[in-house]
């Protein structure tokens, strides 16, 4: 018992992974005010479909279009399913069972979050469809292979439109495909919905849509969906591989003859139209099952005679005639309908057969002709006689064409045989009503402007009818221009009276738009078939409006009028511009309206223009102060400003205008260009290339100056926009400056050896240093450039010959042996030679001196440059010194004498 109470909670709570749709689709129906019904519609196969499948409810969703941003989440629930009827019950086969299950709920679209202009769309994802589908791919997801989901769509427009509410139903009840179809013999069925608001439905064939996933039931999501992949040679224009193969006429009639046996998915989309614009989309998913085991079977025939023949000899087409003395028992036809299957012993030679009849020039209910019993069973290859019979009045003014249908009770469907019939009935006599006034089937009336026009009609009928009037006009509403018509009263049948009058004043109508108007008076007499033509009597008036003078427009640009249509003038940014504006009216001294067209673009600019209005005479000024700040002169730099004056306050409310365009070219503003000055010890550089020996610093103060103070000091900007050598320079200092007004920096370099390669010790080097403003679109700069040679220390030109003798006596002369800081020493052998060592620089420096007595052993030992050795307890005698630079060694002997 735990066992099975397990096995149903599974089930319960999870969806199952399960070979099951067939189709549906969603209905989304108006009840009232903001309420709505959505309806999801599953067709469930019962042949092939798992119990557990079939779900309890579903949670769909609702997206905005224009963003895809979810809405809300709608669970609706199963609370409808029913078996979907053949249309012949005994046609019946196992392999077609289809359960039609209505999911449901009433929700409220609040015009506060449903009003977007592009609409929403509802939708809801499942898997999966049949695993024996022929056309698509289909498989088992839990086998690996690619699955086959629907996804149930449906587009609805916003509840409000131009601030007014938008009521809407989506199409519903279409006819589900009950009946399944035979090789090689036609198949047809109405796959048509209907509209409650009576919006236009156009239908065509679409790839059904697949799940964005393959699980039972997709996290929703607002697409894209992915379409379902075709089999190998089945593709939309080749669906069911018929010949002709499945199609949808755009009233939504699904035809096909079916060549392959087996199970076909297709899709319908139905586009929604009201008054020629797409106000929703709906999708239907369905299936199509193609069985062989279909009986052979004859179609019906039929055949027509009319009542004074003898012999049924029309088989497809018949025409009669009636005149409108011919009685109702003899207005008619007799149809005879045999069918060769009732002399079939498989049949049992028994068939039934039925007729029905169809409008074919025309759209009305016609079965009113038929007669009582349209079905009859046909036995032993007898066939059965029906009468047709025709109304006194014909269903439309004129010939009409009918179709009489024979259709038996073959499987799937029905087969039929039509005959078309034009039907010719005379009307009963009638005579047509006329005008006795006016006497003229066209009136013309002219009026000056607050004339009155008004007169009498009068309209007769000399059978004494009913008289019907309608009254049309070209384009107006009657009241609205001052039109009346009115009828005497009490009406009498067989004449109509009445009056038309106009009232042409312009405070009742506006008459700029228009000033000729024409009504017609139309009446129709009410006879027995209400055919008869109106009568009509047509009054074309005009106006003529009184004249008025046009206001002028002018400004102190130009001191001719003539000129000032287009007015071309400069200014430079930082420069102002200022200017009056004149309209003026002094024929009529109307009220006028003096303004600036497209006065939002000209205060983005920065200018400005205060509107007039008054009498006669009207002055404004324009005024413009042209700053960086409002201009781009890298997107334009000609601006057009339209002035008008309007004369609209006139008695006839004539609209009369003129109009000047100022067209300003913008320059850019008049710019001094900034000054760079660079000091070496607080004097102002001159020459160009400056001089250094390796480890002095190099300092350099550089300031950069502009004279430009209005409307604002410029922002300055110092840099070094270039060091460049034979050598790269690096290690050297410099900090880029911006600032408004004056700006200071400082360029510091102390180079040491490492700047020198390849023992190549002089270098040059070149520093550019610029300093630029920032004046719009007219920016300056000034650029200063250094050059800097760089030398290495220069050494001792002579050779160098260290001192050879010292007395370490202590008496305070000559009592060490030492190089640098002594004076030379006289018994030096060479007089021109220094004593000094060479002086470091990039070439060599001092490493170290050693002292060795004549053994060879170290005495003294020293790394400083001005090492002191005073031969401490050291024999007199001969030593040896080892002078080592990083480039050279110096070796001599020395005496100690004591």
Partial sequence: MRKILLTLLLLIA????????????????????????LNLIIYFDQINGAPGAKDPSATVSIFRKRDKVLMRSVTLNLTDESNVPYTQPECAVQELVTRKLIYTNVLTLPPSQFSDPEGYFVVWERCCRNYKITNINSGNPQLGQEAAGQTFYLEFPPVVKNGAPFVNSSPRLFPPLSDFACPFIPYYVDFAGIDDDGDSLVYSLTTPLNTTSAEALPPASPGPFPPVTWK?????????????DLRISKEGLLTATPRTVGLFVFAVKIDEYRAGEKIGESRRDFQMLVDELCPQSDPPAITGKKLTDTEFTY???????????????????????????????SNNFTERVSIRVVPLNFRKDINSILPATTTTVLTNGSSHDFRICFPQCPFINGPYQIGVIAFDDACSLPLTDTLKVIVNTQPPPNTAPYFVKPTQPITQVTLLEGGVYEA???????????????????GFILADAGFKVTFDEPRVNGKLTGKIRWDAFCNIFDFTNRTFFEV??????????????????????????????DPIIDTDLTPNPQERSVLN???????????????????????????????????????????????????????????????????????????????????????????VDVHVKVLPPINTGPLLVIQKENQTINEQTLQYEIGNTISLTLTGTDVDLFPEPDLLSLQLIEANGNVTPEGYEFTPVQSVGPVQTIFTWTPDCSVFRDNVYENDYVFMFRVSDNRCFNTKADTVTINIKLKDIV??????????????????????????????????????????????????????????????????????????????????????YVIKFTNKEYRGSLSVRI
């Fill in 569 to 659: 003038i400069q200014r430079r940014i930082n420069e102002s511009l200022a200017f009056n504006v004149t309209g003026t009216d002094l024929v009529d001294s109307d009220f006028l309206t003096l303004d600036a067209l497209k006065r939002d673009s000209m205060e983005y600019y920065g200018a400005s223009f205060t509107a007039k209005s008054g009498n006669r005479n009207l002055t404004s000024q324009f005024t413009w102060d042209l700053r960086c700040a409002k201009i781009d002169l890298s997107k334009r730099s000609t601006f057009v400003f339209t002035f008008i004056v309007t004369d609209a306050a006139n008695k006839c409310r004539f609209y009369k205008a003129d109009t």
């Fill in 520 to 549: 017609k008076i139309l009446v129709n007499d009410r006879d027995l078939c209400d055919y008869g033509e109106r009568v009509s009597a047509a009054y074309k008036f005009q106006v003529i409006l009184p004249g008025n003078a």
């Fill in 795 to 880: 050494g001792f030109g002579t050779e160098f010959f260290p001192p050879n003798v010292f007395t370490p006596n202590n008496d305070g002369h000559n009592d060490y042996f030492a190089v640098e800081g002594i004076d030379p020493f006289s018994s030096n052998p060479n007089p021109d030679a220094t004593v000094a060592f060479p002086p470091d620089n990039c070439q060599g420096q001092f490493e170290s001196v050693k002292i060795f007595n004549r053994w060879g052993n170290p005495v003294f030992e020293s790394t400083e440059r001005k090492f002191r050795w005073y031969a401490p307890n050291q024999a007199a005698g001969v030593y040896y």
């Fill in 315 to 345: 088989s497809e087409n018949m025409s009669v005639s009636f005149s409108n003395v011919v009685t109702d028992a003899n207005r008619c036809i007799d149809v005879r309908v045999s069918d060769l299957d009732a002399s079939k012993l």
């Fill in 14 to 37: 999870f969806p199952v992974f399960a070979s099951h749709i067939v189709g549906g689709e969603f209905e989304l129906i108006h009840i009232s005010g903001n309420q709505y019904r």
């Fill in 456 to 474: 009498e009609f009068e309209v007769r009928d000399n059978d004494g009818d009913e008289l019907i009037p309608f009254i049309t006009t070209d």
């Fill in 232 to 244: 190998s040679n089945f593709s939309l224009t080749n669906i069911i591989n018929g010949l002709p």
